[in-house]
């Protein structure tokens, strides 16, 4: 499976363990791995389930704040707004803009999270 860090596996396993839905839900564990990199979980304060529906509750309740889009870059709202189309299929993601967006990095995190979607549970909780 792949981590960018060692500190995106924690977060990943510490989401799992707050929110148990995440150990038997495909959406749940794609939503949590993506929000778990360090660079989107520091934005969301480690909170990402405000109320309790899903793990990009922070991105909806602070994306009408404008001072939201000046918090992460264009690669790292791209993989957001991924996760959430993985996640519900949310209509707000355009693979052809967020390929010529993404690094190596990112690139790779979409790809895991693409598996992790499809039933491929590279992990054990």
């Given at each position: 499976m792949y981590f960018v860090s060692p500190k995106h596996a924690d977060n990943f396993y510490q989401l799992l363990r707050r929110y148990p839905v995440g150990q038997r839900d495909r959406e749940y564990q794609t939503g949590f791995y993506i929000v778990a990199h360090p660079e989107?979980?520091?934005?969301?304060?480690?909170?990402?389930?405000?109320?309790?529906?899903?793990?990009?509750?922070?991105?909806?309740?602070?994306s009408n704040d404008s001072s939201f889009q000046a918090g992460l870059s264009s690669g790292f709202l791209a993989l957001v707004r991924a996760g959430i189309n993985l996640f519900n299929n949310h209509e707000d993601f355009s693979l052809y803009l967020s390929l010529g967006t993404w690094g190596d990095e990112l690139f790779k995190v979409f790809v895991q999270a693409c598996e992790i979607r499809r039933g491929r549970q590279l992990f054990s909780i």
């Amino acid at each position: 499976m792949y981590f960018v860090s060692p500190k995106h596996a924690d977060n990943f396993y510490q989401l799992l363990r707050r929110y148990p839905v995440g150990q038997r839900d495909r959406e749940y564990q794609t939503g949590f791995y993506i929000v778990a990199h360090p660079e989107i979980y520091n934005h969301c304060n480690g909170n990402p389930v405000s109320d309790g529906d899903s793990p990009f509750d922070w991105y909806f309740d602070e994306s009408n704040d404008s001072s939201f889009q000046a918090g992460l870059s264009s690669g790292f709202l791209a993989l957001v707004r991924a996760g959430i189309n993985l996640f519900n299929n949310h209509e707000d993601f355009s693979l052809y803009l967020s390929l010529g967006t993404w690094g190596d990095e990112l690139f790779k995190v979409f790809v895991q999270a693409c598996e992790i979607r499809r039933g491929r549970q590279l992990f054990s909780i």
